[in-house]
């Protein structure tokens, strides 16, 4: 049973590899500054009555809500423009402050710093731009442009390639994915536990032991 603690000692010299959405961030942020920006693109002057409609589709577990968008407002246009405009746009997000000192004070303590994140490239690469990251971490891995997602070990074998051999200490949030590999790898796993606003709930109850994380945090600080 992972062990629930409000402080994580990390070795001296240890790589410390986040996972990146709704643990550097939250994902939520994302999505919704994906549907202002949807909104705006479908119609500038009514783009606050759209981005509306679609973070209370989002809210309430619509599954499609840019298809119910085009089919409440008989839209002219096709589901796909709009995911396009989705995956592509600027996002509007940021760190919090707590995050980006987090990230300030690890490099000051010259630890290795690496992100391993599922999704596309050019999603998760205007995230990470916006967000500042490269400022602090010195690898990162998108899984679409290396060809493989999570569970695979693929990304954590390439930051092991980058930064050698010495001790890892990886922090993510999804217990389906994230912390399968790093355990087989020997990695020390860490599960930042949600807030109520994951985009992924977290069964603790129903996860298997190799998918569990070896601690437990509530907040990255």
């Keep these: 049973m992972a062990r629930c603690l409000s402080e994580i000692p990390l070795p001296e010299g240890c790589a410390v590899v986040f996972d990146l959405d709704d643990t550097l961030y939250k994902e939520r942020d994302y999505v919704r500054s994906g549907f202002h920006a949807v909104a705006r693109h479908v119609d500038s002057d009514r783009a606050a009555l759209f981005s509306a409609d679609l973070n209370r589709g989002f ?15 008989r839209l ?13 746009h600027r996002p509007d997000i940021r760190l919090s402050h707590s995050v980006r000192a987090l990230l300030e004070q690890l490099s000051r303590n010259s630890h290795p710093l690496g992100l391993i994140t599922d999704g596309r490239s050019v999603t998760q690469r205007q995230k990470i731009q916006a967000l500042g990251l490269e400022q602090w971490v010195q690898e990162i891995v998108v899984a679409e442009e290396i060809g493989a997602w999570k569970p695979a070990a693929v990304g954590f074998q390439r930051v092991e390639e980058r930064f050698g051999k010495r001790q890892y ?3 993510g949030d999804n217990l389906r994915k994230d912390f399968i590999a790093p355990n087989k790898l020997g990695w020390t796993t860490v599960c930042l536990l949600s807030d109520g606003r994951n985009v992924h709930p977290q069964d603790f109850g129903s996860t298997p032991d190799e998918a569990l994380p070896a601690y437990l945090i509530e907040a990255l600080a």
């Design 59 to 73: 809210d309430s577990g619509d599954p499609d809500v840019l298809a119910s968008l085009i089919a409440s407002h």
């Design 76 to 88: 002219g246009f096709q589901k796909d423009e709009l995911v396009c405009v989705l995956r592509t």
């Design 169 to 171: 200490v990886y922090v």
